[in-house]
């Protein structure tokens, strides 16, 4: 099933919470650290503003993989809106399994604005889980039938 | 009145950047005043920006830090001066005169965009400060990525001393700098910007540079000179240094007598600067003395040559065999048009020695000797050689004629090797090829035969007294003749100038001899006539010679262009800072270059000099020790492309004026290394806590990894020194730092968390002072969850295994057994100190300061000092942790508010933007700037493809790219499409939209366009910098960032902020000093307040208190107070008054007071919660039962009234405090014993107080006290929380048993009264208030701030604020503190007659809504409500953050987040070409 091309790059969604992950991305950014160009970043105020159907329409539309970071327990400029997200993420994911998604497609992480290191680290560890995996193709229409060059 | 009005300045100055002056600006500048926030470092962030986490909550502290960062940086009304210090402060409260000066930065913060490209070139490293040395950074640099100012800086410390000591003024720091960076073409051009001949002086320099160089002070000074020599070499071998540019002609000529270094370099300068030179040479080759002169085994001609050509290609023209006087003279120059000369002929005539015989033939001058031989004409020498002289022109003489064929040369010079001129190194060449050289000895007679020289008749010399030079002068020994054979006598005792042209204009000469022109600007007597030189100064060095063309092509440009020849021309050398040697830079001897073997030397003139190799090269330069710290070599010049640096920048001193000051300086870590014992400085594994902290942090020098310096392995055993520089009466200060004991157990719990299990951690300690709000839990959870092991010890030494660098701790327990322990690693827990700059400034400023050099406080409150006018908060008023620094800096703003009301709003300013065109309906008609960042993003992203790409894109109808787009005039061009194309939408790919966007919002908004109409593609940070070596896939990330952009802005919609009116009124929840303070602190600043109180009169705990630790009077207080709050017309006062209903938001709350039955109710803009808490009462220790137990507030009751309770008092502490059901310390209690205790024993010395306790939390100054009571005899006797002391009562006896934790004994003892120090607890209502208010309390009911660290005073709902004992346990200063404080931040809201509501926040599709409430319970803020007659949610603009949570949570789909709607970020989605 999983079609594994040695020149197929994962293409993956990032959601990343405007106060925590993003600046952590931009950290990285500062600080040289490279990662896999595989990942595009959607910015939002919240990781708690992340509404479900972002996700499945990132997959839908031809996402590998879907990467929500946010800030870490206690942190977060909302007061709660990481621990909401969390708890969201977990009820998705259980749907997501459900439907036959390898759990590994859609992760959520927690980076700081100090963690430059540890984004350049994720999007790493993400886009070889993804990699691993191979293209998604369960949300796509038609998908099972879609090849990719 | 009218008149002091008229006087006050409504502007404040804040000294100190930091969290604490931050936040003091920030609530000044919001409360209506204009700041002059002033911060001795380049970035504003103080030591917060340095930390990793904070305690107790663990939050990242950059993460919270940041955003203030901006925020404060970027306020309108805050004026952030960095790099800046406050020299002095004069005048008196309302108006004061401050000297500021600002020191210069180097780099013009208007144009620098933080791209960091100088930093990249920058070669110079220096130990990284902020990492408090642990990593490195260059001499350009920016402390932290957040800084802001986003800017860079240069360290520079004047200029080192090779620079300075160079005639021609060559920056030797900045090349020897870049060679050591591999970077010799750079080398070479920057060289050449001060002196045209690289190659030629890096072989005959006499270096001064080396003579000054500071590494001669550790072993030997860099091989500056032949590092020089080196670049040249390598750079011209291989043809790749590029010729400098000339400016375009100016078509104005100029001629240059002399085609020797000083006419060259002349020239060199003159035709860069765009003039037509011409150089006139007697000789038929050019080059003067350096052809002529000096034997090609020094200075091969080919070297010549190729320095002159590339000066020649300048366009230079050299008119060989034209001598001035001969073949031309001075006015034909002027007739053939030339506007200005400079005569640099040189000294090329040979003294005549002066002696009988000289003659005679075989008798040659040195410098014809060496002309006739380097222009290759026929000359003889004889078998033995005989030089006259002890100058470079005798060495050089000498030595050719070796090379010539002679058999035997000697030289003769008339003083000591000491004094001898020629340069060392080639005298003891000349020596190693078997040149003989006879001191002391002096010609006085040529022997001749037949008019043929046969040898000298000599004199022998001795040294008399010295000279006008400052030599001893030689004096002939009579009777000491004798003779010297040799078939050739070659005098070199001096040159002069030829000046036999100067017949036509005498007046130029000095008496015919030299040249004569003024000393700076080397202007003749003749208007347009310049002279320098050996012709003016005599006979000097090469290096000299090009400094005197230097000079003179200045001179020469400013009279052609008719300025003044000496205006801003510094003449004498600048004065030099340069710190001292570094004492731990290993001794290194210079590098050896290699010559050319003795046996290959003589048989020619082949070079005797070998350059070095180019790992040499590297090596020798690796030794500078970069004295300047920033070494000039003007690399980042070159790579700025916004032009932003400014080498030449000087410091500013500047006056301004302001009503009030705020001190805020923060505090200065101890220094541990003068406490030899524990090894902190000497073994590389002992850090200090603050090291710990950037070791422990993800951006830090080993990137989070927790490792040991020594060797970056991860360590097993740390251990924890305690009190380092604190309670130490006598090595340090005898006070406790306050924070310490917190930021340890932090620290061990994050390094555990990192290094995850398998790391060890002991904590060595006296007392645990987890004494703040929620610390206690924290020191729990350190012990019980994560494993940190407690030592109650004192440590007396460290020592390091030098196998593997563990120490060794020796340490006393607390029972006096002494232990040794093995760690990997050792952190010394460093105290606080006042800076000694700040108190300096205080001292000036006249500041009582105590004993510690802490700001004296002149009130209850700490932030009043003994100056009206000027305030103090942070660590400058005592050791303190953030969140009370933060307070304090809010209730500093509201001592200056209550100074300064009057003037409010009088000096800070609204910025006015355009009206807003309608873009509603309007088909999105988007403008795309894509951002080349200089090379950030350009360098790696192709921008030209990515604008083409745009411009393919929906709705985009402009794109172009830009140097830099955040750039003022980019910012102009941008306003100027948009008019021009009618934008209505505009994308910029660049950076982030974290630091830029407000940026961009201003400009479009500048244009009339909504600011929401703006969306950003961060190309940079998410392509160019974390993909560098993958262009392409860098492009298209960049391709598809763009289009997402493109995408969200078609869908963006403008987002009004509507104004919402502010009732300026406060009301104030609880009439204790907190809450009396607050309502004060509103009348004084001119607001009407209202004060409830529950009871029927105010006062609330202060009436039970007599007096404060440190001696406040609180029967005096109390009635101060209230006489105050009774007699002010702006507070009204409800006594007996119970609040039946809040209503409302920020700026609009109406409260329902039942007071003594009737209903009142007002309407009021924000809330003061001070409701207070009260002593425990006790179950425990027959408390209750027996009348000779009481409370610690109790027995202070009873002194005031001066009732002894008894002759034997003991006291037990943390009586229902840390305890189960209680997990926290009181905090007061330790303080009220020491204060009981101290006053018993003033009453009756013979008393005998015992006091029982678990951990003394005398924290900060209290420490003193508790000292103060040890010495006065008070016992004390800890006991273990396992173990609690038993009161028993029989027999009338009362009689106190109690286990000694650190004996180990049981003792008992006989008490005339039992004292317990009992634990404070809130009041039974404030759960009620906290229901009413919707704000929340913690487990111990006391009221839960915004944010422990950063919003002390603050609750996550708007317009709501804290003080008191209801936030937690407090001293009464403290909660008078904090009650300022509340007011500070209160004012913030109630100083605005509306404030702005909207832009990015929920809002509700009614007729999608179900009612359900799902938002309304998970939204923190209360900013969403079910309306219960619609039925449908409501978002109070105003409250709301723009979190987004309710949407994403709304089942129905009825709530959208503004700015980030559904459809935004779906087409954001969509617009991926996946």
């Given at each position: 099933?999983?079609?594994?091309?040695?020149?197929?790059?994962?293409?993956i969604?990032?959601?990343?919470?405007?106060?925590?992950?993003?600046?952590?991305?931009?950290?990285?950014?500062?600080?040289?650290?490279?990662?896999?160009?595989?990942?595009?970043?959607?910015?939002?105020?919240?990781?708690?503003?992340?509404?479900?159907?972002?996700?499945?329409?990132?997959?839908?539309?031809?996402?590998?993989?879907?990467?929500?970071?946010?800030?870490?327990?206690?942190?977060?400029?909302?007061?709660?809106?990481?621990?909401?997200?969390?708890?969201?993420?977990?009820?998705?994911?259980?749907?997501?399994?459900?439907?036959?998604?390898?759990?590994?497609?859609?992760?959520?992480?927690?980076?700081?604005?100090?963690?430059?290191?540890?984004?350049?680290?994720?999007?790493?560890?993400?886009?070889?889980?993804?990699?691993?995996?191979?293209?998604s193709?369960?949300?796509?229409?038609?998908?099972?039938?879609?090849?990719?060059? | 009145?009218?008149?002091?009005?008229?006087?006050?300045?409504?502007?404040?100055?804040?000294?100190?950047?930091?969290?604490?002056?931050?936040?003091?600006?920030?609530?000044?500048?919001?409360?209506?005043?204009?700041?002059?926030l002033?911060?001795?470092?380049?970035?504003?962030?103080?030591?917060?920006?340095?930390?990793?986490?904070?305690?107790p909550?663990?939050?990242?502290?950059?993460?919270?830090?940041?955003?203030?960062?901006?925020?404060?940086?970027?306020?309108?009304?805050?004026?952030?001066?960095?790099?800046?210090?406050?020299?002095?402060?004069?005048?008196?409260?309302?108006?004061?005169?401050?000297?500021?000066?600002?020191?210069p930065?180097?780099?013009?913060?208007?144009?620098?965009?933080?791209?960091?490209?100088?930093?990249?070139?920058?070669?110079?490293?220096v130990?990284?400060q902020?990492?408090?040395?642990?990593?490195?950074?260059?001499?350009?640099?920016?402390?932290?990525?957040?800084?802001?100012?986003?800017?860079?800086?240069i360290?520079?410390?004047?200029?080192?001393?090779?620079?300075?000591?160079?005639?021609?003024?060559?920056?030797?720091?900045?090349?020897?700098?870049?060679?050591?960076?591999?970077?010799?073409?750079?080398?070479?051009?920057?060289?050449?910007?001060?002196?045209?001949?690289?190659?030629?002086?890096?072989?005959?320099?006499?270096?001064?540079?080396?003579a000054?160089?500071?590494?001669?002070?550790?072993?030997?000074?860099?091989?500056?000179?032949?590092?020089?020599?080196?670049?040249?070499?390598?750079?011209?071998?291989?043809?790749?240094?590029?010729?400098?540019?000339?400016?375009?002609?100016?078509?104005?000529?100029?001629?240059?007598?002399?085609?020797?270094?000083?006419?060259?370099?002349?020239?060199?300068?003159?035709?860069?600067?765009?003039?037509?030179?011409?150089?006139?040479?007697?000789?038929?080759?050019?080059?003067?003395?350096?052809t002529?002169?000096?034997?090609?085994?020094?200075?091969?001609?080919?070297?010549?040559?190729?320095?002159?050509?590339?000066i020649?290609?300048?366009?230079?023209?050299?008119r060989?065999?034209?001598?001035?006087?001969?073949?031309v003279?001075?006015?034909?120059?002027?007739?053939?048009?030339?506007?200005a000369?400079?005569?640099?002929?040189?000294?090329?005539?040979?003294?005549?020695?002066?002696?009988?015989?000289?003659?005679?033939?075989?008798?040659?001058?040195?410098?014809?000797f060496?002309?006739?031989?380097?222009?290759?004409?026929?000359?003889?020498?004889?078998?033995?050689?005989?030089?006259?002289?002890?100058?470079?022109?005798?060495?050089?003489?000498?030595?050719?004629?070796?090379?010539?064929?002679?058999?035997?040369?000697?030289?003769?010079?008339?003083?000591?090797?000491?004094?001898?001129?020629?340069?060392?190194?080639?005298?003891?060449?000349?020596?190693?090829?078997?040149?003989?050289?006879?001191?002391?000895?002096?010609?006085?007679?040529?022997?001749?035969?037949?008019?043929?020289?046969?040898?000298?008749?000599?004199?022998?010399?001795?040294?008399?007294?010295?000279?006008?030079?400052?030599?001893?002068?030689?004096?002939?020994?009579?009777?000491?003749?004798?003779?010297?054979?040799?078939?050739?006598?070659?005098?070199?005792?001096g040159?002069?100038?030829?000046?036999?042209?100067?017949?036509?204009?005498?007046?130029?000469?000095?008496?015919?001899?030299?040249?004569?022109?003024?000393?700076?600007?080397?202007?003749?007597?003749?208007?347009?006539?310049?002279?320098?030189?050996?012709?003016?100064?005599?006979?000097?060095?090469?290096?000299?010679?090009?400094?005197?063309?230097?000079?003179?092509?200045?001179?020469?440009?400013?009279?052609?262009?008719?300025?003044?020849?000496?205006?801003?021309?510094?003449?004498?050398?600048?004065?030099?800072?340069?710190?001292?040697?570094?004492?731990?830079?290993?001794?290194?001897?210079?590098?050896?270059?290699?010559?050319?073997?003795?046996?290959?030397?003589?048989?020619?003139?082949?070079?005797?000099?070998?350059?070095?190799?180019?790992?040499?090269?590297?090596?020798?330069?690796?030794?500078?020790?970069?004295?300047?710290?920033?070494?000039?070599?003007?690399?980042?010049?070159?790579?700025?492309?916004?032009?932003?640096?400014?080498?030449?920048?000087?410091?500013?001193?500047?006056?301004?004026?302001?009503?009030?000051?705020?001190?805020?300086?923060?505090?200065?870590?101890?220094?541990?290394?003068?406490?030899?014992?524990?090894g902190?400085?000497?073994?590389?594994?002992?850090?200090?806590?603050?090291?710990?902290?950037?070791?422990?942090?993800?951006?830090?020098?080993?990137?989070?990894?927790?490792?040991?310096?020594?060797?970056?392995?991860?360590?097993?055993?740390?251990?924890?020194v305690?009190?380092?520089?604190?309670?130490d009466?006598?090595?340090?200060?005898?006070?406790?730092?306050?924070?310490?004991?917190?930021?340890?157990?932090?620290?061990?719990?994050?390094?555990?968390?990192?290094?995850?299990?398998?790391?060890?951690?002991?904590?060595?300690?006296?007392?645990?002072?987890?004494?703040?709000?929620d610390?206690?839990?924290?020191?729990?959870?350190?012990?019980?969850?994560?494993?940190?092991?407690?030592v109650?010890?004192?440590?007396?030494?460290?020592?390091?295994?030098?196998?593997?660098?563990?120490?060794?701790?020796?340490?006393?327990?607390?029972?006096?057994?002494?232990?040794?322990?093995?760690?990997?690693?050792?952190?010394?827990?460093?105290?606080?100190?006042?800076?000694?700059?700040?108190v300096?400034?205080?001292?000036?400023?006249?500041?009582?300061?105590?004993?510690?050099?802490?700001?004296?406080?002149?009130?209850?409150?700490?932030?009043?000092?003994?100056?009206?006018?000027i305030?103090?908060?942070?660590?400058?008023?005592?050791?303190?942790?953030?969140?009370?620094?933060?307070?304090?800096?809010?209730?500093?703003?509201?001592?200056?508010?209550?100074?300064?009301?009057?003037?409010?709003?009088?000096?800070?300013?609204?910025?006015?933007?355009?009206?807003?065109?309608?873009?509603?309906?309007?088909?999105p008609?988007?403008?795309?700037?894509?951002?080349?960042?200089?090379?950030?993003?350009?360098?790696?992203?192709?921008?030209?493809?990515?604008?083409?790409?745009?411009?393919?894109?929906?709705?985009?109808?402009?794109?172009?790219?830009?140097?830099?787009?955040?750039?003022?005039?980019?910012?102009?061009?941008?306003?100027?499409?948009?008019?021009?194309?009618?934008?209505?939408?505009?994308?910029?790919?660049?950076?982030?939209?974290?630091?830029?966007?407000?940026?961009?919002?201003?400009?479009?908004?500048?244009?009339?366009?909504?600011?929401?109409?703006?969306?950003?593609?961060?190309?940079?940070?998410?392509?160019?910098?974390?993909?560098?070596?993958?262009?392409?896939?860098?492009?298209?990330?960049?391709?598809?960032?763009?289009?997402?952009?493109?995408?969200?802005?078609a869908?963006?919609?403008?987002?009004?902020?509507?104004?919402?009116?502010?009732?300026?009124?406060?009301?104030?929840?609880?009439?204790?000093?907190?809450?009396?303070?607050?309502?004060l602190?509103?009348?004084?600043?001119?607001?009407?307040?209202?004060?409830?109180?529950?009871?029927?009169?105010?006062?609330?705990?202060?009436?039970?208190?007599a007096?404060?630790?440190?001696?406040?009077?609180?029967?005096?207080?109390?009635?101060?107070?209230?006489?105050?709050?009774?007699?002010?017309?702006?507070?009204?006062?409800?006594?007996?008054?119970?609040?039946?209903?809040?209503?409302?938001?920020?700026?609009?709350?109406?409260?329902?007071?039942?007071?003594?039955?009737?209903?009142?109710?007002?309407?009021?803009?924000?809330?003061?919660v001070?409701?207070?808490?009260?002593?425990?009462?006790?179950?425990?220790?027959?408390?209750?039962?027996?009348?000779?137990?009481?409370?610690?507030?109790?027995?202070?009751?009873?002194?005031?009234?001066?009732?002894?309770?008894?002759?034997?008092?003991?006291?037990?502490?943390?009586?229902?405090?840390?305890?189960?059901?209680?997990?926290?310390?009181?905090?007061?209690?330790?303080?009220?014993?020491?204060?009981?205790?101290?006053d018993?024993?003033?009453?009756?010395?013979?008393?005998?107080?015992?006091?029982?306790?678990?951990?003394?939390?005398?924290?900060g100054?209290?420490?003193?006290?508790?000292?103060?009571?040890?010495?006065a005899?008070?016992?004390?006797?800890?006991?273990?929380?396992?173990?609690?002391?038993?009161?028993?009562?029989?027999?009338?006896?009362?009689?106190?048993?109690?286990?000694?934790?650190?004996?180990?004994?049981?003792?008992?003892?006989?008490?005339?009264?039992?004292?317990?120090?009992?634990?404070?607890?809130p009041?039974?209502?404030?759960?009620?208030?906290?229901?009413?208010?919707?704000v929340?309390?913690?487990?111990?009911?006391?009221?839960?701030?915004?944010?422990?660290?950063?919003?002390?005073?603050?609750?996550a709902?708007?317009?709501?604020?804290?003080?008191?004992?209801?936030?937690?346990?407090?001293?009464?200063?403290?909660?008078?503190?904090?009650?300022m404080?509340?007011?500070?931040?209160?004012?913030?809201?109630?100083?605005?007659?509306?404030?702005?509501?909207?832009?990015?926040?929920?809002?509700?599709?009614?007729?999608?809504?179900?009612?359900?409430?799902?938002?309304?319970?998970?939204?923190?803020?209360?900013?969403?409500?079910?309306?219960?007659?619609?039925?449908?949610?409501?978002?109070?603009?105003?409250v709301?953050?723009?979190?987004?949570?309710?949407?994403?949570?709304?089942r129905?789909?009825?709530?959208?987040l503004?700015?980030?709607?559904?459809?935004?970020?779906?087409?954001?989605?969509?617009?991926?070409?996946?």
């Open positions: 099933m999983v079609n594994k091309e040695a020149n197929w790059e994962p293409r969604v990032a959601f990343l919470c405007h106060w925590c992950s993003y600046a952590g991305a931009d950290l990285a950014g500062i600080s040289r650290f490279q990662y896999p160009p595989n990942v595009r970043v959607i910015r939002v105020p919240c990781s708690g503003s992340i509404n479900p159907i972002f996700i499945l329409k990132a997959l839908q539309r031809g996402a590998d993989g879907v990467l929500v970071s946010g800030c870490h327990p206690g942190d977060c400029h909302y007061l709660a809106g990481n621990l909401l997200a969390r708890r969201r993420f977990l009820l998705l994911k259980n749907l997501l399994e459900y439907m036959g998604i390898e759990p590994g497609r859609v992760q959520f992480s927690w980076v700081s604005a100090a963690e430059g290191q540890k984004f350049a680290q994720v999007i790493k560890e993400v886009t070889e889980t993804v990699k691993e995996l191979g293209p193709v369960k949300l796509v229409k038609g998908g099972t039938a879609r090849g990719r060059a | 009145m009218a008149a002091d009005r008229k006087n006050k300045v409504g502007a404040a100055l804040v000294v100190g950047g930091g969290i604490a002056g931050m936040q003091a600006s920030l609530d000044l500048a919001e409360s209506g005043f204009y700041v002059y002033v911060e001795k470092s380049p970035s504003i962030g103080g030591t917060m920006a340095r930390l990793d986490k904070t305690f909550t663990n939050d990242c502290a950059m993460c919270i830090l940041s955003p203030k960062l901006v925020e404060c940086g970027r306020h309108l009304n805050i004026e952030s001066l960095t790099n800046a210090e406050v020299l002095d402060i004069e005048g008196t409260e309302g108006q004061f005169k401050v000297k500021i000066r600002q020191n930065r180097y780099i013009d913060l208007s144009k620098c965009t933080g791209c960091g490209d100088c930093e990249k070139a920058c070669p110079v490293r130990k990284n902020y990492e408090y040395g642990l990593g490195e950074r260059k001499a350009v640099f920016r402390p932290f990525p957040q800084a802001y100012p986003n800017a860079f800086s360290e520079k410390k004047d200029r080192a001393l090779c620079t300075v000591s160079c005639p021609a003024g060559v920056h030797a720091q900045g090349y020897v700098a870049l060679i050591r960076d591999g970077k010799f073409k750079e080398a070479v051009r920057l060289v050449k910007r001060n002196n045209p001949l690289p190659a030629i002086c890096g072989r005959v320099c006499h270096h001064p540079c080396e000054s160089c500071k590494r001669g002070l550790i072993d030997d000074p860099i091989a500056i000179c032949h590092l020089k020599r080196f670049i040249a070499d390598y750079e011209y071998e291989r043809g790749v240094c590029v010729d400098p540019e000339p400016k375009p002609s100016r078509g104005v000529k100029v001629a240059v007598v002399g085609s020797g270094p000083a006419g060259l370099t002349c020239a060199y300068d003159l035709a860069l600067e765009g003039f037509d030179v011409t150089v006139f040479e007697a000789l038929p080759v050019a080059g003067g003395m350096l002529v002169g000096i034997p090609p085994y020094r200075l091969p001609k080919d070297v010549i040559r190729a320095e002159i050509g590339a020649e290609r300048l366009g230079v023209e050299i060989c065999n034209t001598a001035l006087g001969r073949d003279s001075l006015s034909d120059l002027k007739a053939q048009g030339y506007r000369v400079f005569i640099a002929v040189g000294a090329h005539r040979e003294q005549r020695l002066g002696i009988e015989g000289e003659d005679a033939a075989g008798v040659l001058s040195g410098v014809d060496l002309r006739e031989m380097n222009l290759q004409k026929p000359v003889k020498v004889g078998e033995s050689v005989l030089v006259i002289g002890g100058g470079n022109v005798a060495i050089d003489a000498a030595r050719s004629a070796l090379r010539l064929g002679a058999k035997k040369v000697t030289i003769l010079y008339r003083r000591s090797r000491a004094e001898m001129p020629a340069n060392e190194h080639e005298v003891e060449e000349a020596q190693r090829e078997g040149i003989e050289i006879q001191f002391l000895t002096a010609p006085h007679r040529v022997i001749a035969e037949n008019g043929v020289a046969r040898g000298l008749e000599c004199v022998r010399m001795r040294l008399g007294k010295p000279d006008a030079s400052g030599r001893r002068r030689p004096e002939p020994i009579p009777g000491s003749l004798f003779t010297v054979a040799g078939d050739t006598i070659i005098s070199a005792i040159q002069v100038p030829d000046l036999s042209f100067a017949d036509e204009a005498p007046e130029i000469t000095d008496r015919g001899r030299w040249l004569k022109a003024d000393p700076d600007t080397l202007e003749t007597s003749v208007p347009g006539v310049f002279a320098g030189g050996d012709a003016v100064t005599g006979p000097a060095t090469v290096v000299e010679a090009v400094a005197a063309g230097k000079r003179a092509a200045e001179s020469i440009l400013r009279y052609l262009e008719g300025r003044d020849l000496r205006e801003d021309r510094v003449f004498d050398k600048p004065h030099m800072v340069v710190g001292d040697v570094p004492k731990e830079r290993a001794r290194e001897a210079r590098k050896k270059w290699p010559t050319l073997p003795l046996s290959e030397r003589l048989s020619g003139f082949a070079e005797v000099e070998l350059p070095y190799t180019a790992e040499q090269a590297v090596a020798e330069a690796s030794r500078c020790l970069d004295c300047g710290v920033c070494s000039e070599c003007l690399e980042c010049e070159a790579a700025c492309r916004a032009n932003a640096v400014m080498h030449d920048d000087e410091p500013v001193i500047r006056e301004i004026e302001v009503g009030a000051v705020v001190l805020c300086p923060g505090f200065e870590a101890f220094d541990p290394s003068p406490l030899t014992q524990y902190y400085g000497k073994y590389k594994n002992v850090v200090t806590s603050l090291e710990f902290e950037r070791i422990l942090s993800a951006s830090g020098p080993y990137e989070g990894h927790v490792v040991r310096p020594s060797d970056h392995r991860t360590p097993k055993r740390i251990a924890f305690q009190c380092i520089g604190s309670r009466v006598k090595e340090a200060e005898s006070y406790c730092s306050s924070v310490c004991c917190m930021y340890a157990i932090k620290e061990a719990v994050i390094a555990k968390e990192h290094v995850s299990g398998d790391l060890d951690i002991t904590i060595f300690f006296m007392d645990m002072r987890a004494y703040g709000k610390f206690e839990k924290y020191y729990n959870r350190a012990r019980e969850e994560h494993g940190v092991r407690f109650r010890a004192k440590v007396y030494g460290v020592e390091e295994d030098r196998s593997n660098q563990n120490l060794r701790v020796r340490f006393t327990h607390e029972d006096g057994h002494m232990d040794t322990e093995e760690f990997d690693m050792v952190v010394l827990s460093v105290g606080m100190r006042p800076k000694a700059d700040t300096e400034l205080a001292k000036r400023v006249g500041l009582h300061l105590d004993e510690h050099n802490y700001v004296l406080s002149s009130g209850v409150a700490a932030v009043a000092t003994s100056t009206p006018g305030f103090v908060s942070g660590a400058f008023a005592g050791p303190k942790d953030i969140p009370e620094t933060v307070m304090e800096a809010s209730a500093a703003a509201a001592a200056v508010g209550s100074v300064l009301a009057p003037e409010r709003f009088t000096r800070v300013s609204a910025k006015q933007y355009p009206k807003e065109r309608d873009v509603r309906n309007k088909r008609r988007i403008g795309v700037f894509v951002c080349h960042c200089g090379i950030n993003i350009g360098g790696v992203v192709r921008v030209p493809e990515i604008v083409e790409y745009a411009r393919t894109l929906p709705y985009v109808v402009y794109a172009e790219e830009n140097l830099y787009t955040c750039s003022q005039d980019t910012q102009d061009k941008i306003k100027a499409l948009i008019e021009e194309h009618d934008l209505n939408r505009i994308v910029v790919a660049s950076c982030s939209p974290r630091t830029h966007e407000p940026l961009f919002q201003q400009t479009i908004r500048e244009a009339g366009l909504n600011p929401y109409l703006f969306e950003m593609a961060n190309i940079r940070d998410q392509c160019s910098w974390v993909h560098m070596h993958e262009p392409a896939a860098a492009t298209r990330k960049a391709k598809d960032l763009v289009a997402m952009a493109v995408a969200k802005a869908r963006l919609e403008p987002l009004k902020r509507h104004k919402v009116p502010v009732i300026q009124k406060a009301m104030v929840i609880g009439g204790g000093p907190a809450g009396m303070t607050a309502a602190g509103f009348a004084d600043q001119g607001y009407p307040v209202y004060l409830v109180e529950r009871e029927d009169s105010l006062g609330g705990n202060l009436k039970k208190l007096k404060s630790l440190e001696g406040t009077d609180y029967k005096k207080l109390l009635s101060e107070l209230v006489d105050r709050v009774s007699n002010n017309e702006l507070v009204t006062v409800y006594t007996g008054a119970e609040i039946e209903a809040i209503d409302g938001f920020v700026g609009n709350f109406k409260t329902t007071l039942s007071v003594r039955g009737e209903k009142v109710s007002f309407e009021h803009g924000a809330v003061v001070a409701t207070g808490g009260k002593e425990y009462e006790p179950t425990e220790y027959l408390y209750g039962t027996d009348d000779r137990v009481m409370t610690q507030t109790q027995l202070e009751q009873r002194l005031a009234k001066g009732a002894l309770p008894g002759r034997r008092v003991v006291m037990i502490q943390c009586v229902g405090s840390r305890e189960p059901e209680r997990p926290y310390c009181s905090r007061v209690c330790c303080g009220q014993a020491v204060k009981n205790a101290l018993i024993l003033a009453a009756d010395p013979s008393a005998e107080v015992t006091v029982l306790y678990r951990d003394m939390r005398t924290y100054l209290k420490e003193d006290y508790y000292r103060a009571a040890r010495e005899g008070v016992t004390f006797i800890r006991y273990d929380d396992q173990a609690k002391p038993v009161v028993q009562a029989l027999d009338g006896r009362l009689t106190v048993r109690v286990h000694d934790a650190v004996s180990g004994c049981d003792a008992e003892m006989d008490a005339d009264c039992v004292v317990l120090g009992a634990a404070i607890v009041h039974d209502d404030s759960k009620a208030v906290a229901q009413l208010l919707k929340p309390v913690n487990d111990d009911r006391f009221f839960l701030e915004a944010h422990v660290k950063l919003r002390p005073v603050d609750f709902t708007d317009g709501v604020f804290v003080a008191g004992l209801a936030h937690a346990p407090k001293t009464v200063s403290e909660s008078i503190s904090q009650a404080a509340a007011v500070g931040r209160a004012v913030t809201v109630i100083s605005k007659e509306s404030i702005e509501a909207g832009g990015i926040v929920a809002s509700v599709i009614e007729n999608r809504c179900t009612g359900c409430g799902a938002c309304e319970q998970l939204c923190v803020f209360s900013a969403i409500r079910v309306n219960p007659d619609k039925k449908v949610a409501e978002v109070e603009s105003a709301c953050k723009g979190c987004g949570s309710c949407a994403a949570n709304c129905c789909g009825a709530i959208v503004r700015g980030f709607t559904e459809e935004q970020i779906l087409a954001e989605v969509a617009a991926l070409p996946w």
